[in-house]
């Protein structure tokens, strides 16, 4: 496995929300999340800060080498997150109303497990198609499911950065989780709104066919954000995955 991250600021915030981070467990299997941080006079970057930094320590501690054992694990660890978000957000009153979009890839050489809760999202590069794994859990993505609007509609919505679920909000962080086999080859691509808000999938798979390394995918891809307008902040993690693990 090689992996490299990438986060920046944009053309248009002062802050930058987003957080990201991958992470290692005792038994040498990887953690990878991203994190859009929402709400709050400050309470954005702390909520998205807490949702990967509180995660990754926790999975550091784990020995967890499947992918069934790994979906126990992250189902318990988001759901006690969400409360100690609300907890925190009801301590402090400049943090209150916080909270966080979460995508998270759980690697194993031949399968991954992606949680996620929000609008950031997860692809998966395969055989130069690219595939878009994870479904947005936001108010346009429901009206182009119920046949309002189209999904070229959606991309220009007034509302399109409403989301209806994220950590932190209700007591009830209603998240999804599943499990995708992996091929040698493959890349898998999780980001946050401020990429694909942007940028749309045709330009992220051209991005993804090149033969540029990892990182230099991730630069690219954070440079044309930004040249579209950087109106988020951006945050793009590549993982690809190889035969056998390299030290990202």
Known sequence: ???AYRTSIGKQRNDNEDYVDVFTNQAGKHLAIIADGIGGHQGGD????MAVSHLGHE???TKLTTPDAARQWIATEITAEN???????????DLNGMGTTLVAALYFTE?????????????????????????DHSLVNELVKRGEIS??????H????????????SDDARFDLNTYPLVLGDQLLLCTDGLTNMVDDHQIQAVLTSDQTPK????????????????DNITVLLLTNFSREVAG
């Open 1 to 3: 496995m090689e992996v």
């Open 46 to 49: 702390v909520a998205s800060a």
């Open 59 to 61: 999975f550091e501690q």
């Open 83 to 93: 409360q100690s978000i609300i907890d925190k957000s009801n301590q402090f009153a």
């Open 111 to 135: 399968e991954v497990v992606i949680a996620n809760i929000g609008d950031s999202r997860a692809y998966l590069m395969r055989d130069d198609e690219l595939r878009q794994l994870t479904e």
């Open 151 to 156: 999904r070229q509609a959606a991309r220009h």
């Open 158 to 169: 007034p509302q399109k950065n409403v989301i209806i679920r994220s950590l932190g909000i």
């Open 216 to 231: 230099e995918k991730c630069d690219q891809l954070i440079d044309m954000a930004n040249a579209a307008g950087g109106l």
